[in-house]
T-cell receptor, first 119, second 110 residues
Framework: EAGVTQSPTHLIKTRGQQATLRCSPI?????VYWYQQALGLGLQFLLW???????NRGNFPPRFSGRQFPNYSSELNVNALELEDSALYLC??????????????????FGPGTRLTVL | DAKTTQPPSMDCAEGRAANLPCNHS???????VYWYRQIHSQGPQYIIH???NNETNEMASLIITEDRKSSTLILPHATLRDTAVYYC???????????FGTGTRLQVTL
């Protein structure tokens, strides 16, 4: 079974530009999560998409946005890039919860990440 | 989600059991304990999770104390490939996000 895939592997941009990162979840998974891991910092939750809707958002400015497509793949867009946006961006996916989002638990399976460097 | 406390680093000899502790004294009744690990610059890998009973899978065992205020991840026969940062996370089933702390950096040595 193919895992979560992310593209590109590396991305170099300059300040003020926009970056677009892509994620393909595991087949059958409906939820996609985005995390940021900056150097020296832990993984920070960015966004959660499920069934095409944004379900939750971390403590990041609005220039971090994204969307989920009908095939459940997802894009993360970062506008007006700043130097401190340089980080490893990780995408994770999880299956639909058997009892809906109000029950049970769900494992998140992570992709290899996209390394974004802002110069 | 409840906060967790883990030692920043641990060493383990190859072939020996690695016992990684985690304190989660403010855990509530509907919160699960999850363990993930991250090998250098890769995406985190799910290891195991539990609610109140001890759990075992092909990777590890999870021991949760009766009062659920702490847990231990056990890698029964550590290998060099187990060198990684191990994260203990407490969350409800309805939570959408994983809140990663600083984790424990496990170094397995010859």
């Amino acid at each position: 079974e193919a895992g979560v895939t992310q593209s590109p592997t590396h991305l170099i941009k300059t300040r003020g530009q926009q970056a677009t990162l892509r994620c393909s979840p595991i087949s059958g998974h409906t939820s996609v999560y985005w995390y940021q891991q900056a150097l020296g910092l832990g993984l920070q939750f960015l966004l959660w998409y499920d069934e095409g809707e944004e379900r939750n958002r971390g403590n990041f400015p609005p220039r971090f946005s994204g969307r989920q497509f009908p095939n459940y793949s997802s894009e993360l867009n970062v506008n007006a890039l700043e130097l401190e946006d340089s980080a490893l961006y990780l995408c994770a996916s999880s299956p639909r919860l058997a009892g809906g989002h109000g029950s049970g638990y769900n494992e998140q399976f992570f992709g290899p990440g996209t390394r974004l460097t802002v110069l | 989600d409840a906060k967790t406390t883990q030692p920043p680093s641990m060493d383990c000899a190859e072939g020996r059991a690695a016992n990684l502790p985690c304190n989660h004294s403010t855990i509530s009744g509907n919160e699960y304990v999850y363990w993930y690990r991250q090998i250098h610059s890769q995406g985190p890998q799910y290891i195991i999770h539990g609610l109140k009973n001890n759990e075992t899978n092909e990777m590890a065992s999870l021991i949760i104390t009766e009062d659920r205020k702490s847990s231990t991840l056990i890698l029964p026969h550590a290998t060099l490939r187990d060198t990684a940062v191990y994260y203990c996370i407490v969350r409800t089933g309805t939570a959408s996000k994983l809140t990663f702390g600083t984790g424990t950096r496990l170094q397995v040595t010859l």
